[in-house]
C-alpha cells in the first residue's frame, strides 16, 4: 500500500518544530534515526564535541533508561495515521555523564499500513526545569534556614523507622532536643547569632545522627531525632556535642544549655505524631528558668496579673501594594517593679510550664477591647497559646470571651504558631473553626519554621498564614529564599489564603516581597511595637 501523505507539499521539519514549540528540529524515517536539522544545536544540549553527535536508533536508546526507550518506542508506534503527535520528557546521558532532560516532539507525516514511515519532531532542553522543580520539592520539604528536613519530613522518616524497627522485633525512640538558653542569647546578643547558632547546632547533630536513623527540624528552636534503639545512650551522646563545646560568634565562643526528652516509635500510623506531642509537653512543663524556681515563677506571674504590670505593645501590619497600614499585632509587654517595661517573653514561657498562660492570653484580649472599642477602623490580631489550646476548658472559655466581642469580633484575627497546629492538627481544627465561626479572621504564625507544606493549613482552614521571618530576612539578595517565598505565595493564593511577611527589615526585600505578590508585610522597616495604635496612613513602599 502507498504511504498516505499529507495534501501540503514537501513537509517541513523546521516548521513542524516552531509549531511545537521546541528548539532542535529533526526527521525520524523507516531506520528510526533522529536526523537533525542543524546536529550543532543537540550537540550544545548534550555537551557534545563539535561533530561527535551519533543519532542512530541504537545510539540514541543507549544514552536512555531502559523504561524511557520502552515508552518512547511505544510513542513511536503509536503515530497510526497522518497528523498523528506525541511528546514525552526523558533523560538522556550528556558528554560529560550527567543526565540532561529533554522534551521529545513527535508528529507523523507520513503512514503505511498505520506505521510511521516519516515522523518530523523537535528536541527542546527542559534540564532547567526539572531542576528547578526538583528545588522546589526539596524546599517544600526542608527547613530554610538549616536545611534539615522539616516536620511533615520528619513525621514521615520517624512513622517509617517507627514500622521498621516492629517488623525486626528492634525497640525505636524519638528524641526532641532544644536548646534552652538561645532566646536568652537573642536577647542579649541579637537574632543575627542566634540564627547562626542554631545553624551550627544544626551542623552538629547533621554529623552525628547516621542513616537509618532521621533528624529533623520541628520548628522554632526544637529538633527531633527517630532512631532504632533505646535513646539513653545516643541522648548523652547528643548532650555532649551540642553543649560541651562552645559556639563560634563575632561575641566569642557561647554555649548551649540542651535539654533532651525521648519517647518510645513503634508501628501506629499515628506513632511520631504522638512522641512529639508528648516530648513538646514535657520540655515545656520542665522549661522554668533555672533561675527561677516554680514557686517564684508563678509568684512573678501572679503578681503581675495581680498588679495590672501586664500591657500591649502594637506592631503595624502593612499592605504590601500600597504601604498603607491594614492592621496591628499586639504583643505582650510586662513592666518590671523598676519601671522598666520589657518583653514577656520570659514570662509567657514560665506560665506555659506552669499551665498558667490562659490567664495571660484572656488578659490580653481583655486589653485589646478597649482599642476594638475606640474606633471602628481598629484591626487587631492576638497569639493563642498551647496552654490554651491544649485545655478543652481554657480554650472554651477564651471562645467565650470572643462571642462577647459581638461585632467587634470581625476585627480580629487570632493567631496560632505553626508548631502547635502540627502537634495536634485535629484539635487546632476545631479551635479554628470555632474562631472563624464567631466572625474572627485565624492565622497561623511562623509559617515555614519547620513545616513548609500545605497539610496543615488545608486542616485547620486558616484566612492567613504569616511567613517566619527567617525566611523573610535578606530575601533581596537570596533567590532562593525568592524562590521559595514565590511558591508559598502562589500556593497560599490557591486556597484563597492571604500572606504576611514577617521580619521585613529593608526597603530592598520590601520591593522583592511586594513584586513576589505578599499581600502583607510586618517588621521594623514599617515600625517597631508601640504602646498605643497608630491609625495614620503609613508612607509607600520604597
Known amino acids: 500500500m502507498n504511504p498516505r501523505l499529507r495534501d501540503d507539499p514537501a513537509p517541513d521539519p523546521v516548521a513542524t518544530a516552531f509549531r511545537l514549540g521546541a528548539l532542535s ?21 548534550l555537551r557534545l564535541r563539535v561533530g561527535s553527535l551519533q543519532s542512530g536508533s541504537k545510539h540514541w536508546e543507549a544514552r536512555m533508561s531502559a523504561p524511557d526507550v520502552r515508552t518512547r518506542r511505544s510513542m513511536v508506534s503509536s503515530l497510526s495515521w497522518v497528523g498523528a503527535q506525541g511528546a514525552m520528557d526523558y533523560a538522556l546521558r550528556d558528554g560529560r555523564g550527567e543526565q540532561r532532560w529533554v522534551r521529545e516532539t513527535l508528529e507523523a507525516m507520513e503512514v ?10 523537535a528536541l527542546q532542553d527542559i534540564t532547567a526545569e526539572y531542576e528547578g522543580r526538583d528545588r522546589l520539592l526539596w524546599d517544600a520539604r526542608h527547613d530554610a534556614a538549616t536545611g534539615l528536613p522539616n516536620s511533615a519530613s520528619f513525621i514521615e522518616s520517624a512513622n517509617t523507622l517507627g514500622a521498621l524497627a516492629a517488623r525486626v522485633s528492634a525497640p525505636a525512640s524519638l528524641l526532641r532536643v532544644r536548646p534552652t538558653n538561645l532566646e536568652d542569647l537573642r ?50 551522646r547528643l548532650q555532649a556535642v551540642l553543649s560541651e563545646t562552645p559556639y563560634a560568634t563575632p561575641f ?21 505524631e ?46 504590601a ?16 517593679e523598676d519601671g522598666r517595661v520589657i518583653s514577656a517573653w520570659e514570662m509567657i514561657r514560665d506560665a506555659e510550664a506552669l499551665g498558667l498562660v490562659h490567664s495571660l492570653d484572656r488578659r490580653a484580649l481583655a486589653l485589646a477591647v478597649p482599642h476594638l472599642r475606640s474606633s471602628p477602623e481598629t484591626r487587631l490580631a492576638l497569639n493563642v497559646s498551647a496552654g490554651t489550646l491544649g485545655n478543652a476548658n481554657h480554650a472554651d472559655s477564651y471562645i467565650a470571651a470572643l462571642h462577647e466581642l459581638g461585632e467587634m469580633a470581625a476585627r480580629v484575627t487570632i493567631e496560632m504558631t505553626e508548631t502547635l497546629a502540627v502537634d495536634d492538627p485535629a484539635q487546632a481544627s476545631r479551635f479554628s473553626a470555632a474562631v472563624r465561626s464567631i466572625g474572627c479572621q485565624f492565622a497561623i504564625d511562623d509559617f515555614g519554621s519547620g513545616y513548609t507544606t500545605f497539610r496543615n493549613l488545608m486542616a485547620v482552614e486558616a484566612d492567613t498564614i504569616k511567613i517566619d521571618g527567617a525566611l523573610i530576612r535578606g530575601i533581596a539578595t537570596d533567590e532562593n529564599k525568592q524562590t521559595f517565598m514565590r511558591m508559598m505565595v502562589d500556593l497560599a493564593h490557591t486556597f484563597s489564603v492571604k500572606t504576611v511577611a514577617e521580619m521585613v527589615e529593608t526597603s530592598a526585600d520590601a520591593a522583592v516581597l511586594r513584586r513576589i505578590g505578599a499581600d502583607y508585610l510586618q517588621g521594623y522597616h514599617f515600625g517597631h511595637p508601640a504602646p498605643a495604635p497608630n491609625w495614620s496612613r503609613l508612607g509607600q513602599l520604597a
Do not use: K, W
Not at 503505511?112 to 519532531?121: E, T, V, Y
Not at 504522638?274 to 524556681?293: E, I, N
Not at 501594594?321 to 518590671?336: A, D, S, V
Open 274 to 319: 504522638v512522641a512529639l506531642r508528648d516530648t513538646r509537653a514535657d520540655l515545656d512543663g520542665s522549661a522554668v528558668s533555672a533561675a527561677t524556681a516554680p514557686d517564684a515563677a508563678r509568684n512573678t506571674v501572679l503578681a503581675a496579673l495581680d498588679e495590672d504590670r501586664i500591657s500591649l505593645a502594637f506592631q503595624p501590619i502593612v499592605d
Open 321 to 336: 501594594q500600597t504601604g498603607q497600614l491594614h492592621h496591628h499585632e499586639c504583643l505582650l509587654r510586662i513592666r518590671c
Open 252 to 272: 566569642g565562643p557561647l554555649y548551649l544549655d540542651i535539654a533532651i526528652t525521648a519517647r518510645a516509635l513503634n508501628d501506629m500510623a499515628d506513632s511520631a
Open 112 to 121: 503505511s499500513d498505520g506505521r510511521p514511515q516519516l515522523i518530523h519532531g
Open 25 to 45: 528540529p529533526f526527521h525520524i524515517g523507516a531506520d528510526g534515526a533522529l536526523n537533525f536539522v542543524d546536529p550543532s544545536l543537540t550537540e550544545q544540549i
Open 187 to 236: 536577647e542579649v546578643y541579637g537574632s543575627e547569632v542566634g540564627d547562626r547558632i542554631l545553624s551550627l547546632m544544626a551542623r552538629r547533630m547533621e554529623d552525628d545522627v547516621r542513616a537509618p536513623d532521621a533528624l529533623g527540624r520541628l520548628g522554632g528552636a526544637d529538633f527531633g531525632v527517630a532512631m532504632i534503639g533505646q535513646p539513653e545512650g545516643p541522648s548523652a
